[in-house]
């Protein structure tokens, strides 16, 4: 059964190369939770947004680092229904579309996923460095402490975008994670 949280929170393309040892290194890699009595989640690791992308954190996992230079990729590019799920290269990408596109890039995802199903996707639960958000209308992700969302954007503005909150109020979604992350 999936843990459901409360938060105020296919198709193929172009194979994108990740580094062999980007698996290997979520076991190894380190972070520091916010407060020594916190858990070690996605959302206590201190990645940075400068001058509107995401900075990982210097300890984290080359897949992680990956993930989040995909999302700096299309950060910014409009909303699109149904963007990132006939093709990785779009205009523009959708909420999971989006997700899907940065899951990809560091082979944590062989094709794109509707929201819906990323419900029953991977492994059940908060990720210590990714944690996917969905439910059958919505999918962001937090990673390494910053929320990846096409939500809550500002007025004028829409698409994928990074949110230093972690809350999403559109909820209930189920908490999912890649294994090892």
């Known amino acids: 059964m999936a843990a459901v949280f409360i938060f105020g929170a296919s198709s193929s393309g172009a194979k994108r190369q990740a580094k062999p040892e980007a698996k290997k290194a979520a076991v190894e890699a380190t972070c520091e939770p916010a407060s020594a009595d916190a858990p070690r989640t996605s959302?206590?690791?201190?990645?940075k947004i400068v001058d509107g992308q995401?900075?990982?954190?210097?300890?984290?996992?080359?897949?992680?680092?990956?993930v989040i230079a995909a999302a700096n990729e299309i950060?910014?590019?409009p909303y699109q229904l149904g963007g990132g799920h006939a093709s990785w290269i779009s205009h523009g990408y959708d909420c999971s579309g989006s997700v899907s596109y940065a899951l990809h890039a560091a082979e944590l995802l062989p094709a794109?996923?509707?929201?819906?199903?990323?419900?029953?996707?991977?492994?059940?639960?908060?990720?210590?460095?990714?944690?996917?958000?969905?439910?059958?209308?919505?999918?962001?992700?937090?990673?390494?402490?910053?929320?990846y969302d096409t939500n809550d954007d500002p007025e004028g503005v829409n698409g994928p975008r990074w949110h230093a909150d972690l809350e999403n109020a559109r909820g209930p979604y189920v908490a999912r994670h890649p294994a090892n992350y």
Request: with cysteine; glycine share 10%; net charge negative.
């Open 75 to 77: 950060d910014g590019r």
């Open 43 to 47: 959302a206590t690791c201190g990645a």
């Open 112 to 147: 794109a996923m509707v929201s819906g199903e990323f419900e029953d996707w991977e492994a059940n639960g908060l990720g210590r460095w990714i944690t996917v958000y969905a439910n059958v209308h919505h999918a962001y992700m937090v990673i390494a402490g910053l929320r």
């Open 54 to 66: 995401a900075v990982a954190p210097a300890d984290a996992p080359a897949a992680v680092k990956a």
